[in-house]
């Protein structure tokens, strides 16, 4: 038994004690999210191409969080069979895991299905949480994993989430992969630090970077309606993608796809797609409406037109 608890607790290691997230830090956060906001434009020109930087499939996934019942979910599932969508992007869906299933037998083959989390090893006894072979077994295909929420209010830290990488990538699921700074980070100029920090622990876990669709998201845009300018973004996805030739290869760093999330809607998600280094999205609350997700999705459009 002391063998089995020790196990557990190595495991555990990658979680903040729950304490520090109590309802005034969450109020905190959602008060930070929503402050006004003081950037300075970036300082670099924009290049004028629109072509993709990386040499992957533009990817638009929708995270649907905590929401929705049978009967919302079931509309939902109609509009996307019923809307048209351009055939070269990789669309991807991560319902709540109790439709997971319900998603899966009912949606077009066109999209694929993702789960919102995986536990960071093989199932047992782990209340309430969820195994990659659980989600491997209902032909789920990809996992979101280091996404702010997780991050800031459930406690998991970089290593964890690191962890959690690796074993659902050796499990033959996908992954999504979050990285993001907080406002006081960004204000503070330590934008960068955060990402390439994120971004190392996600390094120093994984085998390869074959099925990993990096997404950039600013917490301080996440749901609050604010979202990064297309450029401040484009800043962003370049030194990411600099930082995995630097630190990991060149080929890496060029098929890899980062992807942007932070209030991306049908009316900014044209702009954006015309950035050189931006391939893709990663959509909450839009992805909610069927219409508006196809019209994410379509945006690729901006990718073929010539500045």
Same mark, same amino acid.
């Given at each position: 038994?002391?063998?089995?608890?020790?196990?557990?607790?190595?495991?555990?290691?990658?979680?903040?004690?729950?304490?520090?997230f109590d309802a005034s830090t969450n109020r905190s956060f959602l008060q930070l999210a929503?402050?006004?906001l003081r950037f300075s434009a970036s300082s670099k020109p924009c290049r004028g191409v629109?072509?993709?930087?990386?040499?992957?499939?533009?990817?638009?996934?929708?995270?649907?969080?905590?929401?929705?019942?049978?009967?919302?979910?079931?509309?939902?599932?109609?509009?996307?069979?019923?809307?048209?969508?351009?055939?070269?992007?990789?669309?991807?869906?991560?319902?709540?895991?109790?439709?997971?299933?319900?998603?899966?037998?009912?949606?077009?083959?066109?999209?694929?299905?993702?789960?919102?989390?995986? *536990?960071?090893?093989? /199932?047992?006894?782990?209340?309430?949480? $969820?195994?990659? !072979?659980?989600?491997?077994? @209902? %032909?789920? +295909? *990809?996992?979101?994993? /280091?996404?702010?929420?997780?991050?800031? $209010?459930?406690? !998991?830290?970089?290593?964890? @989430? %690191?962890? +959690?990488?690796?074993?659902?990538?050796?499990?033959?699921?996908?992954? $999504?992969?979050?990285?993001?700074?907080?406002?006081?980070?960004?204000?503070?100029?330590?934008?960068?630090?955060?990402?390439?920090?994120?971004?190392?622990?996600?390094?120093?876990?994984?085998?390869?970077?074959?099925?990993?669709?990096?997404?950039?998201?600013?917490?301080?845009?996440?749901?609050?309606?604010?979202?990064?300018?297309?450029?401040?973004?484009?800043?962003?996805?370049?030194?990411?993608?600099?930082?995995?030739?630097?630190?990991?290869?060149?080929?890496?760093?060029?098929?890899?796809?980062?992807?942007?999330?932070?209030?991306?809607?049908?009316?900014?998600?044209?702009?954006?797609?015309?950035?050189?280094?931006?391939?893709?999205?990663?959509?909450?609350?839009?992805?909610?409406?069927?219409?508006?997700?196809?019209?994410?999705?379509?945006?690729?459009?901006?990718?073929?037109?010539?500045?």
């Open positions: 038994m002391a063998a089995v608890c020790t196990s557990v607790t190595s495991q555990f290691s990658g979680l903040r004690p729950p304490s520090k929503n402050s006004q629109v072509a993709m930087a990386g040499n992957g499939k533009f990817f638009v996934g929708g995270n649907w969080k905590c929401n929705g019942s049978k009967e919302s979910i079931t509309r939902l599932v109609s509009d996307l069979n019923s809307a048209t969508l351009e055939t070269d992007v990789d669309v991807v869906v991560a319902p709540p895991f109790v439709y997971l299933d319900l998603v899966k037998s009912s949606l077009t083959y066109r999209i694929e299905i993702s789960s919102q989390n995986s *536990w960071i090893g093989k /199932g047992g006894a782990f209340t309430g949480e $969820i195994s990659v !072979e659980q989600l491997t077994d @209902i %032909g789920c +295909k *990809w996992v979101i994993l /280091g996404h702010s929420e997780r991050r800031h $209010i459930i406690g !998991e830290n970089d290593e964890f @989430i %690191g962890k +959690k990488a690796a074993y659902a990538l050796s499990q033959g699921l996908r992954v $999504i992969a979050c990285i993001g700074e907080l406002l006081e980070e960004r204000e503070a100029g330590n934008t960068f630090d955060v990402c390439f920090k994120q971004l190392k622990a996600y390094s120093d876990a994984i085998p390869s970077w074959d099925a990993v669709v990096i997404a950039y998201e600013p917490v301080w845009a996440i749901g609050t309606g604010k979202v990064a300018t297309p450029e401040q973004a484009q800043e962003v996805h370049v030194a990411c993608r600099d930082w995995l030739k630097k630190n990991v290869s060149a080929e890496v760093a060029s098929k890899t796809r980062i992807i942007y999330g932070g209030s991306v809607n049908g009316s900014n998600c044209a702009e954006l797609a015309k950035k050189e280094d931006i391939d893709g999205f990663l959509v909450g609350g839009a992805s909610l409406k069927g219409p508006e997700f196809a019209t994410i999705v379509n945006s690729v459009r901006f990718k073929k037109v010539a500045a």
